[in-house]
């Protein structure tokens, strides 16, 4: 797949530099042919030697080098390239590339490429989770940079969270994906989402809901997107923009959501992220607004509303290969979300904790647990996004097989 490819290796600054040294051998021997340039910062992590020793080629440092600019000028190295991976992908770089900085032979060569570029980052995880990084990250997004992780874990300073570089060989699989002409793991399954709450009218004023943004479902269907699904999003009220390359169907009560679901099948996969109302007003809304009276509180009559997750888990032929479930709980988390999947039915639910303390209801943050039949699996607190991404990875491991 990369035979004869021409790959531009920019090494950041950081411990996990060290891992650029093994992606530049991996690639290599998948036939492409690989030019180094460290930065300041990473050639306190690895040396240009070594890189060159790798390599086979220069190792470019220096924007001012006489030798360099006139063999190989900055323009020409930026040019040249199939491809400018950036491994690792510092704070500092991605903010110099998010606002057009050129201070050195990095961020000048990345600022002069015409060519497609993809970022592996790596960096402390509140440093990751900062305001100015991902507001810098969704800039490169926009600009058409591909990113590649970060994945969740113990990161160099000792602390566990997002920021973790991608591992060599999702490194490499990425670089593939992108030769393969934009074929991406995902391309040609068609996964159904549904997030956000559901609203049950009482009268034309008043009705029964759920406390729900719609982040995290939202999160979902763009991350699934980005691996290259064809994603229908099944959404109750929200004000969330819709992810580029998701199909967004609006509903409002419960019966609307199921007959969006149901309309939308068959599919590879369905993520029922949405807070579902339980009930709905067994008479339908009242047709005038409801009024105090002397005689006391009025009694209203409730219904069951359908289970969305466990009729789509109970489907015979054209069940989803693929049923996943969300439980919001305020207390024994884990278990009462396996006993949550054992009624449903579903494959996996992805537990999280929604009481007032954990804030994750309408925030930015979320810590879930992963449960299957076989296995509980604790993720640690992470932005809305990287959960979204680390699921979508889970959802393509399963589909492969």
């Known amino acids: 797949m990369l035979e004869g490819k021409r790959i531009l290796l920019i090494i950041g600054g950081g411990v ?20 180094g340039v460290l930065t300041p910062g990473g ?11 790798l390599t086979n080629n220069e190792c ?51 600022l002069a490429t015409d060519k497609q570029v993809m970022v592996a980052p790596a960096m402390n995880a509140e440093m990751w989770a900062h305001k100015a990084t991902q507001r810098n990250l969704e800039t490169l997004r926009r600009d058409g940079v591909l990113m590649v992780g970060p994945g969740a874990g113990m990161l160099a300073c000792g602390e566990v969270g ?30 159904i989402v549904t997030a956000g709450p559901t609203q049950e009218p009482i009268d034309p004023v008043r009705y029964i809901a759920n406390r729900s943004s719609g982040k995290q479902g939202f999160e979902i269907s763009g991350a699934l997107a980005e691996l290259g699904a064809d994603v229908t999003l099944v959404a109750g ?85 693929l049923v996943v479930g969300f439980a919001a709980e305020t207390e024994q988390v884990i278990e009462y979300a396996t006993a949550k999947r054992a009624r449903k039915g579903c494959d996996i639910i992805v537990a999280n904790d929604v009481s007032a303390a954990s804030g994750v209801m309408g925030g930015a943050d979320n810590q879930v647990h992963i449960i299957t039949d076989s296995s509980v699996d604790s993720w640690p607190t992470m932005s809305k996004k990287d959960v979204a991404i680390k699921l979508a990875h889970t959802i393509k491991d399963v589909l492969a097989k």
């Open 43 to 53: 050639q306190q992590f690895i040396t240009p030697l070594s890189v060159a020793s």
């Open 237 to 321: 009220p929200v004000s969330q923009e819709t992810p580029v390359g998701v199909n967004r169907i609006d509903v409002e009560t419960a019966l609307e959501m199921n007959a969006a679901v149901t309309a939308a099948l068959p599919a590879d996969a369905a993520v029922c992220v949405a807070a579902v109302s339980d009930w709905r007003m067994q008479a339908g809304s009242l047709g005038e607004k409801l009024k105090k009276s002397k005689d006391g509180i009025p009694e209203l009559a409730l219904c069951e509303n359908p289970d969305i997750l466990k009729g789509l888990s109970s489907l015979g032929e054209g069940r989803p290969v």
């Open 16 to 35: 996990a530099a060290y891992k650029s040294l093994d992606l530049a051998r991996r690639l290599m021997e998948r036939g492409a042919s690989v030019r």
């Open 162 to 191: 997002p920021g973790r570089l991608a591992e060599v060989p999702d490194m490499v699989d990425a670089v593939e994906d992108f030769f393969a002409g934009g074929v991406r793991p995902l391309s040609g399954k068609k996964i």
């Open 60 to 110: 470019y440092t220096d924007l001012f080098s006489l030798k360099d600019e006139a063999e190989m000028g900055h323009i020409r190295l930026s040019r040249e390239a199939d491809l400018v991976l950036v491994s690792p992908a510092t704070a500092d770089l991605m903010a110099k590339m998010a606002n057009g900085l050129a201070n050195d032979l990095a961020s000048t060569i990345l």
